[in-house]
Nanobody, 127 residues
Framework: EVHLVESGGGLVQPGGSLRLSCTAS????????MSWVRQAPGKGLEWVSG????????TYPDLAKGRFTISRVNAKNTLYLQMNSLKPEDTAVYYC????????????????????WGQGTQVTVSS
């Protein structure tokens, strides 16, 4: 069955960096675009980046542009999120998410498009 496992979270000071990983199994990873979604304390789910199936196209909301980079290594069934210049408002649980459809598009902010995500990894940005 589909299984997504996030790792790489932790405590970092404002301005610092982290790289998150998501290892996927149970589906043909290379056929699907993927996204990262986060949930801050007391807030709803918020989409933060998307990537198409072969990794050549990416999309970000304004909050992530210039700071976050999504990438993937299909041979390893792994998705990454490099986060630089972190801010306290980036504190959240970060999830990788699989879209329902294997279309040749970058998955975006409509959370109804996703059918699986992992249990998340905690990112805390604090001095």
């Amino acid at each position: 069955e589909v299984h997504l496992v996030e790792s790489g979270g932790g405590l970092v000071q404002p301005g610092g960096s982290l790289r998150l990983s998501c290892t996927a199994s149970g589906f043909t990873f290379s056929r699907y675009g993927m996204s990262w979604v986060r949930q801050a304390p007391g807030k709803g789910l918020e989409w933060v980046s998307g990537i198409n199936s072969d990794g050549v196209r990416t999309t970000y909301p304004d909050l992530a542009k210039g700071r976050f980079t999504i990438s993937r290594v299909n041979a390893k069934n792994t998705l990454y999120l490099q986060m630089n210049s972190l801010k306290p408002e980036d504190t959240a649980v970060y999830y990788c998410a699989k879209p329902k459809r294997a279309y040749d598009v970058v998955p975006g902010s409509n959370l109804y498009d996703y059918d699986y995500w992992g249990q998340g990894t905690q990112v805390t940005v604090s001095s």
